[in-house]
């Protein structure tokens, strides 16, 4: 596996499940990321971790609850969603140096909640 | 802070003509500059960087973009499309002290017909 990896790629539940996403990046970067991505909509940063530090929290709802075991894994949970909560959620990682901080994402993880 | 404005959220071309996608930023202080690209199903890719130096990058598949500090805009061009350009394109900004964190722009999609 190289780059970053999301799975599952597709998940449907139900507004009482409790599920999780999970993301693993192969690149040795020490920083990961949870975007939201849903139509029409820009990009919304969820969370971010810096060397397994949560150090971003963008007023996300706590019905989603983000856990970074180690610097390779990102794990988002999901319990008591809404419909409005269907979308596409993308990981990134990078590596934090001087300089620019370009992003790899994943392909993304397809929500949908009925 | 930072901002982005990508001006079109849809840009319809023939293939083989060429294209234009524009984004503007706001910034206070001196930025970096990107361009992803986001195809059907999978995640967002860097296309290009401005970092520093000239002002014009390139990306390896033919698209190039100009900063112009004076306007706060990187536009994106490609003199001549192909259907596989089809994507959603993102402009993000990311001050060059401060914050690692990159703003990203609502995309523009891009749809090339034969």
């Known amino acids: 596996e190289t780059g970053v990896t999301q799975t599952p790629r597709h998940l449907v539940m139900g507004m009482t499940n409790k599920k999780s996403l999970k993301c693993e990046q192969h690149l040795g970067h020490n920083a990961m990321y949870w975007y939201k991505q849903s139509a029409k909509k820009p990009l919304e940063l969820m969370f971010v971790?810096?060397?397994?530090?949560?150090?971003e929290n963008n007023s996300v709802p706590s019905r989603f609850s983000p856990e970074c075991p180690n610097s390779s894994h990102l794990f988002l949970h999901l319990h008591t969603l809404q419909p409005e909560d269907s979308a596409l959620y993308l990981c990134?990682?990078?590596?934090?140096?001087?300089?620019?901080?370009?992003?790899?994402f994943g392909a993304g993880s397809r929500l949908t909640v009925l | 802070a930072q901002s982005v404005t990508q001006l079109d959220s849809q840009v319809p071309v023939f293939e083989e003509a060429p294209v234009e996608l524009r984004c503007n930023y706001s910034s206070s202080v001196s930025v970096y500059l990107f361009w992803y690209v986001q195809y059907p199903n999978q995640g967002l890719q860097l296309l290009l960087k401005?970092?520093?130096?000239?002002?014009l990058v390139e990306s390896i598949n033919g698209f190039e973009a100009e900063f112009n500090k004076s306007q706060t805009s990187f536009h994106l061009r490609k003199p001549s499309v192909h259907i596989s350009d089809t994507a959603e394109y993102f402009c993000a900004v990311m001050a060059t002290g401060g914050s690692y964190i990159p703003t990203f722009g609502r995309g523009t999609s891009l749809i090339v017909h034969p």
């Open positions: 990134a990682s990078s590596q934090l140096s001087a300089g620019a901080n370009v992003l790899t």
């Open positions: 971790y810096n060397f397994k530090e949560q150090t």
């Open positions: 401005y970092l520093s130096g000239s002002t």
